[in-house]
T-cell receptor, first 117, second 114 residues
Framework: GAVVSQHPSRVICKSGTSVKIECRSL??????MFWYRQFPKQSLMLMAT?????????EQGVEKDKFLINHASLTLSTLTVTSAHPEDSSFYIC?????????????FGDGTRLSIL | GENVEQHPSTLSVQEGDSAVIKCTYS??????FPWYKQELGKRPQLIID?????GEKKDQRIAVTLNKTAKHFSLHITETQPEDSAVYFC?????????????FGTGTQLKVEL
């Protein structure tokens, strides 16, 4: 079945470091991918919608210069957290939208736990 | 934007009992209503969904009921087992339009006790 690979699964780094997270659709093409952030014991909050070949659409309150999204191919979207600080520590999850025979399905990655020291 | 709330926020049941979680949403144009199960530190997994032209759907021990007029839908789990313990999220969506975005509810922590 359709699989989304998210890498890395865990990152621990110092404050001020930039961190890149990759989201790949392994056996389908995804023109649209989504990036979510989840703080402990809270819900998944949509950060942005990543569109292949065009600029990402950011949700209200999410800084586009802080969270850089690149969707350069139909199978890969990347999220870069620039100059990360402790308050950026969170669980980041991507999902990829698959359209097959008219049916739309969102497939989630396994998430990336980001810890900023 | 869509306002999605779940009740209760935590639910503790004895093994074998039933559990019901309610999701209330604000966007009357929502027409797709899924439920996700998320275990600690893992991805959310779709467990059941329903579309607006259907009032109820059942899959073994899991069912979802929809009341579009009142703008709420519920997850029903019967004969609960310890492995049902997880956080459950509803995520109503408007389609087409709405940017295909899922808006996740506030979440319900279900604990099934032996």
């Amino acid at each position: 079945g359709a699989v989304v690979s998210q890498h890395p699964s865990r990152v621990i780094c110092k404050s001020g470091t930039s961190v890149k997270i990759e989201c790949r659709s392994l056996d389908f093409q995804a023109t649209t991918m989504f990036w979510y952030r989840q703080f402990p014991k809270q819900s998944l909050m949509l950060m942005a919608t990543s569109n292949e070949g065009s600029k990402a659409t950011y949700e209200q309150g999410v800084e586009k210069d802080k969270f850089l999204i690149n969707h350069a191919s139909l199978t890969l979207s990347t999220l870069t957290v620039t100059s990360a600080h402790p308050e950026d520590s969170s669980f980041y999850i991507c999902s990829a939208r698959e359209v097959l025979a008219g049916k739309v399905t969102q497939h989630f990655g396994d998430g990336t736990r980001l810890s900023i020291l | 934007g869509e306002n999605v709330e779940q009740h209760p926020s935590t639910l503790s049941v004895q093994e074998g009992d039933s559990a019901v979680i309610k999701c209330t949403y604000s966007d009357s144009a929502s027409n797709y209503f899924p439920w996700y199960k998320q275990e600690l530190g893992k991805r959310p997994q779709l467990i059941i969904d329903i579309r607006s032209n259907v009032g109820e759907k059942k899959d073994q021990r899991i069912a979802v009921t929809l009341n579009k007029t009142a703008k709420h839908f519920s997850l029903h789990i019967t004969e609960t087992q310890p492995e049902d313990s997880a956080v459950y999220f509803c995520a109503p969506k408007r389609a087409p339009g709405g940017g295909n975005k899922l808006t996740f509810g506030t979440g319900t922590q279900l604990k099934v006790e032996l």
